[in-house]
């Protein structure tokens, strides 16, 4: 199935008070970011798009796939499903090198020149993190912000995921201002559950949380993306400053 769009309709929150908006959609190419206090039910709502709930969840949302209920086989066949969802918690099972890893996910994805995509995965990764990884690293060896890195590639390029969402990427390292400019070449639903505001003004819109309920639907105005655009000149300032610490370099003043 070719997913055109997503549209959440209304539930509840944890004390069962509604959301305030009816309905929101997704459409392909989106960046949506969800925003709101620890705890006002940001997790709970992308669980909701992972799940395609249908009133079966205990906020009651449903999530309708180009107008009509997700498919069975999204459900219950791991390779029709097109969520990749990046949780914070990147523990293995295996200890596989990461090369042999990759290679075995673009093998049950059946994706020709597997040795191809691999690399370009590889790539992919190494320009989100500022630890570039090394192929013949065990998945376990990895650091949190390399695992993150290299599932938001692998979710991108080997399983080709039309949906993407991502949990708090800005705690583990990843170069945010690399990760926007890259996700938006590809045409694909993005959702970032972040506190980032670099993240949240530079997406199409913003979905705002508060106690498990939406309370409002913003879409950035000049005057936010101009912000943006200063937020995104400390990002680089700071990722300039953590490679000089890292690589043991001394820090001079005038830098600012």
């Known amino acids: 199935m070719q997913i055109k769009e997503i549209k959440i309709f209304a539930g509840v929150g944890k004390n069962g008070q509604p959301d305030l908006v009816d309905e929101i959609t997704f459409t392909m190419g989106d ?3 969800i925003v709101g206090p620890t705890g006002s039910g940001k997790t709970t709502l992308i669980d909701d798009i992972a799940l395609f709930a249908d ?3 205990p906020t009651r949302r449903r999530v309708l796939i180009n107008e009509a209920p997700a498919p069975e086989d999204f459900m219950n066949d791991p390779s029709q499903n097109p969520v990749a969802f990046i949780t914070q918690h990147t523990n293995f099972l295996s200890d596989l090198p990461v090369n042999e890893f ?3 996910h673009a093998d049950i994805r059946k994706r020709p020149d597997i040795s191809s995509v691999v690399r370009e995965t590889i790539e992919f990764a190494n320009q989100l993190t500022g630890e570039p990884l090394n192929a013949e690293n065990g998945m376990t060896e990895l650091s949190g912000g390399q695992t993150r890195a290299l599932l938001i590639a692998d979710a991108v390029i080997i399983s080709n995921s039309p949906v993407i969402l991502l ?4 705690n583990a390292g990843i170069n945010r201002t ?4 890259l996700l938006k070449k590809y045409e694909k ?3 970032f559950v972040t506190h980032d505001p670099r993240i949240a ?3 199409d819109f913003r979905i705002v949380m508060e106690n498990g309920a939406v309370t409002k639907v913003l879409y950035p105005h000049d005057e936010e993306l101009a912000v943006a655009e200063e937020i995104k000149k400390i990002d680089d300032l ?8 890292r690589s043991g370099e001394r820090v001079t003043g005038g830098i600012i």
């Open 178 to 181: 690399k990760a926007l400019e």
């Open 55 to 57: 009133c079966n969840t």
């Open 102 to 104: 990759l290679e075995t």
């Open 167 to 170: 949990d708090e990427i800005e």
């Open 189 to 191: 639903i993005f959702v």
């Open 238 to 245: 700071m990722l300039h400053f953590r490679r000089l610490i």
């Open 31 to 33: 960046v949506i970011s």
């Open 201 to 203: 003004l530079s997406s």
